[in-house]
């Protein structure tokens, strides 16, 4: 079975295009669900019958696992079984009048002004490690940039002089973003102090934003230097790299701009998924609303 899903991944990888990320989270999930196959029901992929994939997703409920996480799985079998039968490995969908569970969309996370200012102060602009922290704090809660798409950045990717930033997202779709005064002005910053005294003599990388090594800053570094420089400022909620993405999206939205403007700056594909904004706005507006109104 093994063979079966490294075929598939090749698959998702060379004809759809899709992110390493995603294809690691696919990986992850069919792993779990051979493994269980193979193990526990003891099945052939072309034996597999829908009675088998109920059992393994009710040992998801067992195991605690929310229906956000089930949909996914469900949603990854599903494609595994439609390679297969394309594949003429197998000749009938098991899958078929399985339900996806129903879970309520939750409301991002995200920065009120306060915070998000507290943030952007907090790396120590006296060094360069500092100066590489505050360029992507900035360029981040600028541009909206997801984590990979932050960390992916080569020096040409910024036009410092136009204002723009050009990354790569999924399905290797390209983007221009513009970036504020701001960004751009902590980003030449670091160009020019900080970035040289952390280029390796060894490496001649193009990357723009390096660790302390001379090589390219890694998303899981990324996310260290969010959770310290989050607890410098204080900030007592659950920082992630996606709640600086969330809160530069509504902040956009909550100052008057445009929906699909906001989409395209995001690399949103359905402008359902940038409307879940619109929802955050509306319940910060409630939440002013009650503490300010008399009569609330």
Request: aromatic letters at 6%; charged letters at 25%.
């Amino acid at each position: 079975m093994k063979d079966y899903v490294k075929d598939f991944l090749h698959f998702l990888l060379v004809e759809k295009g899709l992110s390493d990320n995603t294809i690691s989270a696919y990986r992850r999930d069919l792993i779990h669900y051979t493994d269980y196959m193979e193990k526990v029901e003891q099945v052939a992929p072309e034996l597999i019958q829908r009675i088998h994939i109920l059992h393994f997703l009710e040992q998801l409920k067992e195991q605690g696992k929310s229906p956000k996480t089930i949909a996914r799985h469900i949603s990854t079998i599903r494609s595994f079984h439609h390679f297969l039968i394309q594949d003429r490995i197998c000749t009938h969908d098991p899958t078929n009048h399985i339900e996806t569970p129903k879970s309520g969309r939750t409301l991002p996370k995200v920065l009120n002004m306060e915070e998000t200012e507290a943030l952007l102060a907090a790396p120590d602009v006296s060094n360069p490690l500092g100066l590489r922290d505050k360029a992507m704090l900035e360029l981040m809660y600028a541009s909206g940039l997801r984590v990979s798409e932050l960390t992916s950045l080569n020096k040409e990717d910024v036009h410092l002089t136009m204002g723009f930033v050009r990354c790569t997202g999924k399905g290797d779709k390209e983007r221009i973003i513009p970036a504020g005064r701001h960004a751009l002005e902590a980003i030449e910053h670091y160009l020019q102090t900080g970035r040289p005294k952390l280029v390796s003599k060894k490496r001649n990388d193009h990357a723009l934003f390096l660790n302390h090594y001379g090589q390219r800053l890694t998303r899981q570094g990324f996310w260290k230097i969010i959770k310290a420089l989050a607890k410098k400022a204080t900030i007592e909620k659950e920082l992630t790299p996606h709640t600086i993405r969330h809160s530069f999206a509504t902040h956009l939205l909550e100052n008057g701009a445009d929906l699909r403007a906001v989409q395209e700056m995001l690399g949103h594909a359905d402008i359902s998924t940038t409307q879940i904004y619109t929802h955050v706005t509306k319940t910060r507006l409630k939440d002013v609303y009650s503490q300010f109104h008399p009569r609330a």
